[in-house]
Nanobody
Framework: QVQLVESGGGLAQPGGSLRLTCAAS????????MSWARQVPGEGIEWVSG????????NYADSVKGRFTISRDNAKNTVYLQMNSLKPEDTALYTC??????????????????WGQGTQVTVSS
């Protein structure tokens, strides 16, 4: 079955960095676009960044552009989110998600069919 397992979250100071990892299994990872999203309790889920199946196309929410970098290693079935210059408003539960269609690139979260449990990121001094 499809599994997405995130890791790498934790406590960081403002201006600091964290690298999130999403390990995927149970499907042909290399043909699916992947995205990261985040959610704060009591608020809606926010799409953060996405990457197409071969890593040639990436996209970012305006709130993280220039600070976060998404990448993937199809040989390791893993997608990463490098987060630099962290701000307190980046505090959230970060989740990775798999697009529902092979070779389809879209950043609309309604088209993502599997989600991980998430990893908590807290940015505070």
């Amino acid at each position: 079955q499809v599994q997405l397992v995130e890791s790498g979250g934790g406590l960081a100071q403002p201006g600091g960095s964290l690298r999130l990892t999403c390990a995927a299994s149970g499907f042909t990872f290399s043909v699916y676009a992947m995205s990261w999203a985040r959610q704060v309790p009591g608020e809606g889920i926010e799409w953060v960044s996405g990457i197409d199946s071969d890593g040639s196309v990436t996209n970012y929410a305006d709130s993280v552009k220039g600070r976060f970098t998404i990448s993937r290693d199809n040989a390791k079935n893993t997608v990463y989110l490098q987060m630099n210059s962290l701000k307190p408003e980046d505090t959230a539960l970060y989740t990775c998600a798999k697009h529902e269609r092979a070779y389809r690139t879209s950043w609309f979260l309604g088209e993502y069919d599997y989600w991980g449990q998430g990893t908590q990121v807290t940015v505070s001094s």
